[in-house]
């Protein structure tokens, strides 16, 4: 009985269809051209990207992009969410209980926990960024800083950016210093922020130092 199931096991093998040729040589083409599409996009073996192959494309303005009462409007906005205060106020290690405890914030006339401040601040200059300082160059400071309102959780915030002074490096050439007074909005169209900051500017062709920053704000 055994041996005939055996028989009968060896036959059904033979009669199983063999793959073509072409079937084998399939996968292989396919992993072939996976392999030059890889080695195309500069990625090796180990799966690790061959960064120095990438193009680097410049962002951001230059010195020449801005102008003296030249105005702008960031794009997009945000809406801070009660996880994004907690998460921030938390890292920050501010425990003031008007950005965490939401019975407190009531008993001090606030509808809700207040937005900590900082992360107002903090994404009122995010939002400037691509216009004003995403090309790179030292930070120089914040100035006139002012909370004009408390901001809640669901509060979307937009900003502008106006151009109030600019002046080449006198320290190093190539280089502009860029001050803009910035204003964020809530979704009602009320200030929420206002304040002044400025930044070394690369000009076209050059890009500024550290040392050199340090220098022009001293």
């Known amino acids: 009985m055994f041996v005939d199931k055996l028989q009968f096991a ?18 292989r083409r396919a992993r072939r051209a996976r392999a030059d599409l890889r080695e195309a996009q500069g990625v090796t073996d180990k799966g690790a990207p061959d960064l120095d192959s990438f193009p680097l494309i410049a962002k951001g303005n230059k010195y020449e992009d801005f102008a003296v009462d030249q105005t702008m409007t960031h794009h997009w906005g945000r809406t801070l969410t009660r996880a994004d205060n907690v998460a921030f106020s938390t890292a920050t290690c501010a425990w003031l209980p008007l950005h965490l405890n939401v019975e407190y914030a009531r008993s001090q006339g606030h509808p809700d926990m207040v ?3 900082m992360l107002v601040l903090c994404t009122t200059v995010g939002l400037s960024v691509e216009d004003l300082s995403e090309s790179g160059g030292p930070f120089l400071g914040i100035d006139d800083c002012v909370f004009l309102r408390p901001v809640y959780p669901g509060d979307t915030i937009t900003a502008s950016s106006r151009v109030v002074e600019m002046r080449p490096s ?5 280089v502009g210093i860029v001050t803009w007074h910035t204003t964020a909005c809530n979704q009602h169209g009320e200030p929420v922020i206002e304040l002044v900051r400025t930044n070394l500017v690369a000009a076209r062709g050059d890009g500024p130092s550290t040392s050199s920053a340090r220098k022009d704000h001293a």
């Open 10 to 27: 060896v036959m059904m093998l033979s009669m199983e269809p063999r793959p073509r040729p072409d079937a084998v040589q399939e996968p």
């Open 170 to 174: 006198a320290s190093k050439p190539g």
């Open 115 to 117: 937005i900590n401040p």
